[in-house]
């Protein structure tokens, strides 16, 4: 009974100690903050969408990386190593909670988005404009939640764009980027070039439009082949859509088809292997890594930047719904670095940052419809 006295006394002190040292005026911790984020169907580790948001939340602002199902902190020199020059003095960490949901079929997008809501998310991402239905779905049953949607603006029935008060969308200029790459291509190739589309969609049309545009800008005589896998998450699709265009003749090949482009640019890496004169260009990432020797250079896509601003507004209470859109002048779109050898590659980079010039000034607009490319 003595014991459980002086036990019940310590007790009492202790609060009465915490009561008194704590003042009603004294700051608060800042709330830690959650940012949700659901894959589309093609997911992590596809090497170029997928990943590209899940480094702007991950890497960028949770400064965290995903090992087997965990985060362990970033090094400074992988940090580094996500970033391009021009951003190392922008990008910081955010202290953010990342929570990644993947969906393996398009009926889990509403649910995860559900999910992330019901788990207390400050901010959930929908990545691809696969998700545009169930953003808007969930975003109307949750009007104190905050969105954002990438790669496409909020639709109504008549399919024209409307805005709600708790979404931020973002679509990007991605023809501007792909008019880079697409001139590049004209420059390096004699003949032929080609293009792996993933679904024949409006989106798609656009990477193929710029394309078009750009090969024609700097090689008028070269003929664009075109092959569309119907898919984004078809790697076997994507490397014999490839495989057709190499016997056809093409040498250089840029493919904007999620991870059925795996597959396109596995079969360049496998053609250059035997003996042929052909590149592949990545989208979205850069996927040099991939292989080395083979890619010519990347479209980027910069989501990663449009995932770590909006979790930056987040932070500094300054996020708020509308539409974005992001194209060359905005860093939103871009090329990776042309690290292969070429005869005369200083001059051919001089060439394309002359258009770069010429699109972000106006002078030079791109079509976003491969049948307005003349």
């Known amino acids: 009974m003595k014991l459980r006295l002086l036990l019940l006394a310590a007790l009492a002190l202790s609060a009465c100690k915490k009561e008194t040292t704590a003042s009603p005026d004294a700051p608060k911790p800042p709330k830690g903050l959650t940012v949700g984020l659901v894959t589309d169907v093609g ?19 949770a400064n965290q990386k995903s090992v087997d199902g965990k985060y362990v902190a970033l090094s400074p020199d992988e940090r580094k190593a996500s970033l391009i020059p021009e951003l190392e003095a922008r990008i910081v960490p955010l202290g953010i909670k990342p929570i990644v949901v ?27 404009f696969m998700l545009e239905n169930a953003v808007e779905t969930v975003a109307k049953q949750n009007p104190q939640a905050k969105f954002l949607l990438i790669d496409s603006p909020i639709l109504d029935a008549k399919g024209a764009p409307q805005s709600l ?15 880079l790459v697409g001139a590049l291509a004209g420059l390096v190739a004699k003949e032929k070039v ?9 989106l798609i049309k656009k990477f193929e439009a710029g394309y078009r545009a750009g090969v024609k800008a700097t090689n008028p005589k070269a003929t664009v082949l075109v092959q569309y896998t119907g898919s984004f998450d078809n790697v076997a699709a994507g ?5 057709d265009l190499i016997a056809k003749g093409c040498e250089v090949i840029f493919q904007a088809a999620g991870s059925d482009g795996n597959g396109a640019i596995q079969a360049i890496k496998e053609a250059r292997a035997a003996g042929k004169q052909v590149y592949a260009i990545g989208t979205d990432s850069d996927q040099s890594h991939l292989a080395p020797e083979a890619v010519l250079t990347s479209m980027l896509k910069r989501v990663d930047l449009a995932v770590w601003q909006a979790t930056s507004d987040l932070k500094d209470g300054k996020f708020a719904g509308g539409d974005q859109t992001m194209g060359l002048k905005e860093g939103g779109v871009g090329y990776a670095p042309v690290r292969v050898e070429l005869t005369d590659k200083a001059a051919l980079i001089a060439k394309l940052e002359a258009l770069r010039a010429k699109i972000i000034a106006g002078e030079l607009k791109v079509p976003t419809n491969p049948a307005d490319v003349q």
């Open 43 to 61: 997911g992590r580790g596809d090497q170029s969408f997928n990943d590209s948001a899940l480094r702007g939340l991950e890497l960028w602002a």
């Open 102 to 128: 993947q969906s393996k079929a398009q009926e889990d997008y509403q649910p995860n988005l559900q999910l992330l809501v019901d788990q207390g998310a400050d901010l959930t991402v929908g990545t691809g």
């Open 165 to 179: 008060p708790n979404v931020r969308t973002i679509v990007f200029r991605e023809e501007e980027g792909s008019f």
């Open 194 to 202: 080609g293009f792996v589309g993933g679904m024949e969609i409006p």
């Open 239 to 243: 490397k014999q859509a490839a495989q």
